[in-house]
């Protein structure tokens, strides 16, 4: 538990430092160009990146030691921030207030790899688990990596732009070049006891896509688990694609930027709790269960408009999304051999991710042609305006409920299938064979 607890830090270290860039460099931005469009078109490459980069980063994980894939990663994100400053400080400032200068988003391309190349560190974490801790204990681990997760987030939500106000950008890369450095000699120092790279031999020149599929196969139930999290992810991504809209339509910027200060600490809160009671005999159930608690509260949470009633409800969705992450984690770590578990979490990564920018680029006409003049001018004024209240808000608001009851069905349905039932028995089986290895 040392190696694991000594990994842990030194990953929330890392992981804080490419949120923390990523944050400023989006903030950065906005305010040197005052275009949405830019930070719009930051955000869809972000997540888009993200997606299609899992089915190459697991595969890396797999190949080699997983200390030597995490320090690839530092070292790969550190090059790439050391370059993205030596641009900063050789271009005149009047070029990054253009949102169309190729120099200002050959910098934000940079930014945007140097992050993502930490999703290497992510799943070689959660192989990690499989390799150190017994598998008994691996949700309240997941649950660890869930509650560090959260405060990487909160810590690098509210400092990036207290740098960016306060520094600037010049000395926010500085901050995180200096703490990458300081990662990579940290994690230099970690003995991890795996002296064997663990790997198929067969398919470690490649990405292996099609081995991959496979494996997931082999497994009755799990492809399940991948698209039911997709489409949750597709539908979730209407809430975060409008969520801001909807919470400053009730508050001040002000107000719901130190909201989200605190709703941070949901994540934090959920994964100490996974890290200290487990996620329970069948963590697909807790799964269930926690989607359950979510769709029924995105149904209810924005009935008034309320920011008390808003907070509540986030609050409580954000302590639950830790359960659902860790279940997946605990699952795959348990019905997927330790040689594939880098391509698998890649691999679902990406397809559950895809989703996001999806939902990011067609939710907003759909909101603004049809619920939100519903609402305003339309039918439902007349229907339910009376008790539910009109206006933009409104709008958003009963989007947001239609996805909530639409959410709700489809896992109560879930939870009656043949994948449900094949999963659960795939998991009540015997582990996964023990590490394959090869000589390092």
Not at 16 to 33: D, G, H, K, P, S
Not at 258 to 285: D, K
Request: glycine share 10%; aromatic share 12%; with cysteine.
């Amino acid at each position: 538990m040392k190696t694991f607890y000594a990994v842990l830090a030194n990953s929330l270290a890392a992981f804080l430092t490419n949120m923390f860039i990523w944050f400023a460099v989006t903030f950065w931005v906005y305010l040197e160009t005052r275009s949405v469009i830019a930070t719009s078109v930051m955000a869809g490459v972000f997540t888009g990146t993200v997606a299609i980069s899992g089915f190459f980063l697991g595969s890396l994980v797999d190949r080699y030691n997983k200390k030597t894939a995490m320090l690839l990663s530092s070292v790969l994100s550190l090059l790439l921030y050391a370059v993205a400053g030596a641009i900063y400080i050789a271009t005149p400032p009047e070029i990054f207030t253009d949102a169309s200068s190729p120099i200002l988003w050959l910098f934000v391309i940079l930014a945007l790899v140097g992050s993502i190349f930490g999703n290497i560190r992510s799943i070689a974490l959660s192989t990690l688990v499989t390799i150190l801790i017994p598998a008994e204990t691996r949700d309240k681990a997941n649950g660890m990596v869930g509650t560090a997760n959260g405060v990487g987030f909160l810590v690098a939500s509210i400092f990036s732009g207290l740098a960016i106000g306060f520094l600037g950008m010049f000395w926010a890369l500085a901050l995180g070049v200096g703490i990458s450095v300081l990662v990579i000699i940290h994690l230099a120092t970690i003995t991890i006891p795996e002296t064997r790279v663990v790997h198929a031999a067969a398919h470690t020149d490649k990405i292996d896509i099609r081995g991959t599929i496979s494996a997931i196969q082999l497994v009755p139930g799990l492809f399940g688990l991948i698209f039911f999290n997709t489409f949750n992810n597709f539908l979730g991504g209407i809430f975060m694609s409008l969520i801001d809209a909807y919470g400053l339509e009730l508050v001040s910027v002000e107000v719901w930027g130190a909201l989200w200060g605190f709703l941070s600490l949901g994540f934090i809160v959920g994964g100490l709790v996974v890290a200290r009671v487990g996620l329970g005999r069948s963590p697909l159930r807790t799964l269930f269960l926690a989607n359950i608690a979510m769709w029924t509260i995105c149904a209810f949470f924005t009935i008034q408009a309320s920011i008390v009633l808003l907070t509540v409800g986030l609050f409580i969705w954000l302590c639950l999304a830790p359960a659902v992450e860790a279940a997946e984690q605990t699952i795959l770590q348990k019905v997927i051999a330790p040689e594939r578990q880098g391509r698998v979490f890649g691999f679902a990564q990406s397809i559950e991710q895809a989703a996001s920018p999806i939902t990011s680029f067609i939710i907003g006409p759909i909101a603004q042609i049809f619920f939100i003049p519903f609402m305003t001018t339309g039918a439902g004024v007349e229907w339910i305006g009376g008790w539910f209240g009109t206006g933009v808000d409104r709008g958003i608001a009963l989007l947001f409920i239609v996805a909530g009851l639409i959410g709700l069905i489809v896992t109560l349905l879930a939870m009656r299938s043949y994948a449900y039932r094949a999963l659960s028995r795939s998991y009540r089986t015997p582990q996964a064979p023990e590490l394959h290895e090869a000589v390092a």
